[in-house]
């Protein structure tokens, strides 16, 4: 019994051990399925995260500007819902970045890693990064996790581009060209400062460019300065670090007159010649242009000036002028790269011109096709032309280029062109010399029709097409706000009674009419 009793005490002893630790728990349960409510106290209070910070290689070690950084954060009452992170300065975030309302110097993210470009603005330099977790209820890691960078890097280095040579003299809108040098690669060369120099400090222009290697200097940064100017260059890389700085000093022009006469003539091409010179009117200003427009022509030569170093400057210099008359002729040698490169480079800017409201005339061998500057593109669309026409040599090889020889091949003009008073027979122009390399489309419409070939005027072994149909080499269009005449041929070297020149100052005087 003893024995039994002795258990059943050490039983109950237990028992009652139980029910002081579960009893108040199932009182509770008790009462809350009575209907009474349990009084839980005062919530616990929210605790701050932690911020880890993970870094390789020894702290005590130089590093490169560039880093990838990893973190992470816990909480041990909720969860981390984002961070904050900053770097000593001199330090700019990106434009991409999320700045933290709170505190400007802070950028919020919910990223664990990242790359950091660091500034350095120089060989060496020390940043301290810290970041900091936020968690789910907004509170923040009192202590940050930080870290201090020894950086290095090398300075890159830039010389002007030896494929754009340098101006000697300019109109206001101009380009310039370097090469960028840098160790870590020339992608890491972030952008570059261009400015001009005046003693006067407030005139001072300074222009940011991307990564590209090319930048033009337009007519507002030179403002209505003329003369000696100074542009200066320099590089700044992804680490805030400068380069050595270029300088070149050119002759700038103020325009003469807001008429542009573009001679684009190659004289050291064979076969080129003054001629044209003398009929436009570059070579002594007495040719019909300067007889249309007396004492209002600027003259660019593009031998003597170089051509456009890039299509940016191109509609910036044109906006300059009222009007553009552009031309180029080699009529008895082939072609000439030059005008085709020329043209290549201006033609997003020369449209631009046109259909903002500037008048062109562009007369030129080689506009299209074979070897021609201008493209499909503006064939089609700003030229309003369908069908560029083709020929093929006893091997099989496909041109668009075409002979005129001297007195065949008799040219039509349209009569609503030339104005009244005109030469006898002015409806037709004959080459007074062969002309090569002239391209033929087929009919545009009426309204746009200058000068073309009747059907059946070439061989028509050689050109079957010509048999039946027209050959048109050349177009007047209303094109936007603006006005475009092209020519495939040198009217400078076409005539019959002199009534050539009596055609171009009436394409002239169409042009410039209001």
């Not at 702290?59 to 560039?66: A, D, I, K, M």
């Not at 940011?208 to 100074?230: C, E, H, N, W």
């Not at 009222?322 to 002729?329: F, G, K």
Request: proline residues 7%; glycine residues 8%.
């Amino acid at each position: 019994m003893a024995s039994i009793s002795g258990s059943g005490h050490r039983g109950i002893g237990r028992g009652g051990r139980l029910w002081a630790a579960w009893g108040p728990c199932l009182a509770a349960a008790i009462l809350l399925s009575s209907g009474c409510e349990l009084d839980e106290g005062a919530p616990p209070v929210n605790g701050p995260p932690e911020t880890f910070l993970f870094v390789q290689g020894d702290s005590l070690n130089t590093v490169h500007y560039r880093q990838i950084i990893n973190w992470w954060g816990t909480d041990r009452d909720g969860e981390v819902d984002a961070y904050l992170y900053r770097v000593s300065g001199p330090w700019t975030p990106d434009p991409s970045d999320s700045v933290w309302a709170a505190d400007p110097q802070w950028i919020w993210t919910r990223a664990t890693r990242d790359t950091f470009d660091f500034p350095v603005d120089g060989t060496y330099a020390e940043r301290l990064f810290e970041v900091r977790a936020v968690d789910d209820a907004g509170l923040l890691d009192p202590t940050p996790a930080s870290q201090t960078f020894r950086l290095r890097n090398v300075r890159p280095s830039v010389e002007w581009s030896r494929t754009l040579e340098l101006p000697t003299r300019s109109l206001p809108a101009v380009s310039f060209a370097w090469t960028p040098t840098d160790p870590d690669g020339r992608e890491t060369v972030r952008r570059a400062l261009i400015w001009l120099d005046e003693p006067d400090s407030a005139s001072t222009v300074r222009v940011i460019s991307g990564r590209d290697t090319v930048a033009a200097v337009l007519p507002a940064q030179f403002k209505g300065i003329y003369g000696r100017r100074t542009i200066k260059l320099q590089l700044i890389d992804d680490a805030a670090t400068k380069s050595n700085v270029l300088e070149h000093t050119w002759d700038v022009v103020e325009p003469e007159g807001d008429i542009l006469l573009i001679d684009n003539v190659q004289r050291s091409v064979p076969g080129s010649s003054t001629f044209e010179d003398a009929f436009w009117g570059t070579s002594q200003l007495d040719g019909i242009v300067q007889e249309t427009f007396p004492g209002n022509v600027h003259v660019l030569d593009i031998e003597a000036e170089g051509g456009f170093r890039s299509g940016a400057e191109v509609l910036p210099l044109f906006q300059l002028f009222r009007a553009v008359i552009w031309y180029s002729a080699v009529p008895n040698a082939g072609n000439d790269p030059a005008v085709r490169a020329n043209l290549e480079t201006a033609e997003p800017g020369l449209r631009s011109y046109v259909e903002g409201g500037g008048r062109v005339l562009l007369s030129a061998t080689n506009l299209f096709g074979t070897a021609g500057g201008l493209s499909p593109r503006f064939y089609r669309d700003a030229a309003g032309l369908d069908t560029l026409y083709s020929r093929v040599d006893f091997e099989g090889n496909v041109f668009t280029d075409f002979t005129l020889r001297s007195g065949r091949h008799p040219i039509l003009v349209n009569p609503d062109v030339l104005a009244p008073g005109s030469a006898a027979d002015p409806d037709t122009l004959v080459m007074q010399s062969t002309s090569l390399n002239v391209e033929f489309f087929s009919a545009p419409a009426q309204e746009d029709r200058l000068f073309w070939l009747a059907p059946g005027t070439l061989e028509p072994d050689e050109v079957p097409q010509q048999a039946t149909r027209e050959f048109h080499c050349g177009i007047r269009r209303r094109l936007g706000a603006g006005r475009l005449v092209l020519m495939t041929f040198p009217l400078s070297r076409a005539g019959r009674l002199e009534n050539h020149e009596d055609v171009g100052r009436s394409l002239l005087d169409w042009l410039a009419a209001p």
